[in-house]
């Protein structure tokens, strides 16, 4: 319970590598680029974008200066290259695109593959998957490992998911750890949890203000 209740330093997004700043929850706050598998905030691409404007230059990732790829067959070769050399990032958008085409036994496969090398969204989406049954058996003890693994890795979702079981257990005690935790990561959801608790009498008054 130790390492599983330790308060990670930062979500597991970390920070743009080009501002430094932690990259926003929201997904659609931030870009991601399979020519260096880095993820960059809005700011930064944008200010990029500015910079390309003016100097009349060609479109390039914001960070490594690769040039946009505009064919799909170049897009492809340059995933399938990351992928050979394992890159955890690369496995894991793999595995997701498998997923949205409902091929879920290979998205299982390129999610594994993604968590082995400790991707902790890959990780959370294999919880969701021994869960559902998708590409592979349900399996409680599975999907519990790779949530705490997701959670222990700085994923706020997984953590308030953890949150949310504890709570339909009644273990209020390690529920309310759980979304102290993902409320101080900045998820909302966690926060508004924590409201409803706080008015059962479940979460103190500090514990709660230390939370926001």
């Known amino acids: 319970d130790e390492l599983l209740f330790r308060q990670p330093e930062s979500s597991y997004f970390g920070d743009c590598p080009i501002c430094c700043l932690p ?15 880095k993820v960059v905030c809005h700011g930064c691409m944008y200010a990029n974008r500015i910079r390309e404007y003016k100097e009349k230059l060609n479109p390039s990732c914001p960070f490594c200066r690769h040039l946009y790829t505009e064919s799909k067959e170049e897009s492809d070769r340059q995933k399938k290259k990351r992928c050979e050399a394992n890159d955890p ?55 519990l490992y790779y949530a705490e693994e997701a959670a222990i890795g700085g994923d706020p979702i997984a953590r308030c998911s953890l949150g949310c079981k504890e709570g339909e257990n009644g273990r209020y005690y390690r529920a ?37």
């Open 23 to 37: 990259l926003p929850l929201d997904p659609r706050k931030s870009v991601s680029y399979f020519c260096c598998s």
């Open 89 to 143: 990032f690369a496995l894991r958008e793999e595995g997701r695109t498998h997923f949205v085409d409902g091929e879920y036994e290979r998205a299982f496969e390129y999610f594994t593959k993604a968590a082995d090398f400790g991707d902790v969204e890959a990780q959370f989406n294999l919880s969701l998957m021994y869960r559902e049954g998708l590409g592979v058996e349900k399996d409680e003890k599975m999907e």
């Open 176 to 212: 309310v750890k759980h979304f102290i935790i993902a409320a101080k990561l900045g998820h909302d959801g966690s926060i508004q949890n924590l409201k409803e608790l706080y008015k059962c009498g479940y979460v103190s008054k500090e514990d709660f203000a230390s939370a926001l």
